[in-house]
């Protein structure tokens, strides 16, 4: 799953990214809006994370997402 993806599924993926960063606020989630730079930033943040590591982080959890959100919820 690549960025533009994330943007395409958003709603389906917010919580999927709630459950796997769980210091995000709803508001967090909310103003990333998809974003895939935005929520790099807000893993950043609340983590403390250097951005490559917060980007790292993003694309492995990325890459481990079914093709479509539904199937995450089987």
């Not at 769980?22 to 609340?46: K, M």
């Amino acid at each position: 799953m690549n960025s533009d993806t994330l943007a395409g599924q958003w709603k389906q993926l917010k919580g999927l990214a709630k459950a796997r960063w769980a210091r995000l606020t709803d508001n967090d989630l909310l103003n990333a809006e998809g974003n895939y730079d935005r929520l790099v930033g807000c893993i950043q943040e609340r983590y403390g994370y250097e951005r490559d590591r917060a980007a790292q982080e993003l694309d492995a959890w990325l890459d481990t997402l079914p093709r479509q959100p539904s199937e995450a919820a089987r």
